[in-house]
């Protein structure tokens, strides 16, 4: 099994910045991807951020320009850098990573607790 670890929410004011950490740890081959979704009061989950082993990104529209993934595969573990935050990014920020236990092993994901990311004047 694979646990996921997140960090880094709060309450910040619009146009400041935050910068989460996703941490897994466990049994696994390989961590093929590693990604940020966010959950509004009222709203279904989405897609923010995700990374890639090699490191090829994909970003939601409403984002990009402004947050930026990161990883350090040596650390298992993954950043969101968000700048130039608004009041509709407020949510509950959940790291989602996707692990292989063997070479041919099936893909498996595992979800962290989530933290909540608050952004208001």
């Known amino acids: 099994q694979v646990h996921v670890v997140e960090s880094g929410g709060g309450l910040v004011q619009p146009g400041e910045s935050l910068r989460l950490s996703c941490a897994a740890s466990?049994?696994?081959?390989?961590?093929?991807?590693m990604g940020w979704y966010r959950q509004a009061p009222g709203k279904e989950r989405e897609l923010v951020a995700d990374?890639?082993?090699?490191?090829?990104?994909n970003y939601a529209d409403s984002v990009k320009g402004r947050f930026t993934i990161s990883r350090d595969n040596a650390k298992n573990t993954a950043y969101l850098q968000m700048n130039s935050l608004k009041p509709e990014d407020t949510a509950v920020y959940s790291c989602?990573?996707?692990?292989?236990?063997?070479?041919?092993?099936?893909?498996?994901?595992?979800w962290g607790q989530g933290t909540q990311v608050t952004v208001s004047s």
């Open positions: 990374i890639i082993k090699g490191g090829t990104t």
């Open positions: 466990g049994n696994f081959y390989s961590i093929n991807v």
């Open positions: 989602n990573v996707k692990w292989r236990v063997g070479i041919f092993g099936q893909l498996t994901t595992s």
